[in-house]
């Protein structure tokens, strides 16, 4: 079996910041800390940090008085933000800066007197974070058909944002399906799918091609590994969407010559590992990385935490 490994895939600067955040969260504090939601929507990810000490709750009043309190990758709402100041939480937020960005230009929109548009999916914590970073009202799309159920006046002062893990292609549909809709709209030059999702967006298209079946490493809760297996399937590829090598099942590969796998930006690579692993089983496995986007975009961590906890410690003794 011809195994082809997509490029790029897997975990994003968005990621690898909020992890990090974590993991020197428990270094300089000790644990437990406490992280709201699941830091990346990916259960070995949160497995192991939970091992190093890391407590994952749903909501702010689980999280005794005073405690370390993480915000997830996928931001909150202003609410959580001053319900974690009234219970005195020593707050650190690992929203993604690219979901940041989406919150300072709805805030931007709004300011302008427009009636902000979020087009992204309902329930999601990114969007539930979104929406409640906005004064007032804020009309959330999730489709083609929603647009034209829309009850605005078409000549009202609209803009748009949007989730940043949406497909390219559906988006791309919504978004034009609203400028027929409003006169006056406006939104981002680029739309606020981020770079991450582009790119794996891309490469499993690409990869799509080329393969007879596709594997998309991920959690079933990941907005963005969703997506990956979507546009294998809308290419025609048997496409599953797997946690690890422990989900991959035989009769998918019967008669199968070559697999294409990606890797949801919250996947980790040894969870890749894993399923490679689970298809040697099967037999004689050459494993090859297609041609690919190079990324080296790195998200700076808060400042609190820039600081090494041996220069800490030094500079405590310094004071003493
Ligand atoms: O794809 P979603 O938004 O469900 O999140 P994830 O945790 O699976 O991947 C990382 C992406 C984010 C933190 C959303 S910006
Ligand atoms: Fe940030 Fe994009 Fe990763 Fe989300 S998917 S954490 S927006 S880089």
Redesign the pocket.
């Known amino acids: 079996m011809r195994i082809i490994l997509a490029q790029p895939r897997g975990f ?1 600067a ?2 690898v910041r ?1 992890i990090e955040i974590v993991d020197r969260a428990l270094e300089r504090h000790g644990a437990p800390v406490y992280v709201r939601h ?1 830091i ?3 259960r070995h990810v949160v497995d192991n940090l939970r091992s190093k000490g890391a407590r994952f709750v749903e909501e702010l009043d689980e999280v005794p008085h005073g405690a370390v309190a993480i915000f ?4 909150v709402a202003r609410s959580v933000e001053k319900d974690a100041k009234t219970r005195g939480l020593d707050v650190l937020d690992a929203t ?1 800066p ?2 940041t960005k989406v919150h300072v230009q709805g805030r931007q929109y709004v300011s302008q007197g427009r009636t902000l548009i979020l087009i992204g999916h309902a329930g ?3 969007v539930e974070g979104t929406i409640g970073q906005i004064p007032g009202v804020v009309v959330l799309v999730q489709s083609e058909a929603e647009v034209e159920k829309m009850t605005l006046a078409p000549d009202m002062p609209v803009a748009y944002v949007t ?3 949406l497909s390219v292609d559906d988006t791309r549909g919504i978004i034009d399906a609203l400028q027929r809709r409003f006169s006056d709209i406006v939104g981002p030059d680029t739309r606020d799918i ?1 770079y991450a999702t582009q790119n794996r967006q891309a490469a499993v298209r690409e990869l799509s091609d080329r393969v007879e079946v596709l594997l998309v490493v ?2 079933t ?5 969703n997506r990956l297996r979507e546009i294998g399937a809308e290419s025609g590829v048997p496409s599953y969407l797997v946690a690890d090598g422990s989900e991959i099942r035989p009769e998918w590969f019967a008669n199968v010559q070559t697999v294409g796998i990606t890797a ?3 996947a980790p690579e040894e969870m890749v590992k894993h399923v490679i692993d689970a298809l040697r089983t099967f037999g004689h496995v050459e494993v090859t990385t297609m041609n690919g986007r190079e990324e080296k975009v790195e998200f700076k961590l808060p400042a609190k935490l820039i600081q090494p906890v041996a220069a800490v410690a030094a500079t405590a003794v310094r004071e003493e």
Do not use: K, R, Y
């Open positions: 994003c968005g990621v909020a699941e990346v929507h990916n997830s990758a996928h931001g993604c690219l979901v999601h914590p990114e989730q940043t893990t981020c991920g959690a809760n990941s907005s963005n590994s949801g930006a919250s």
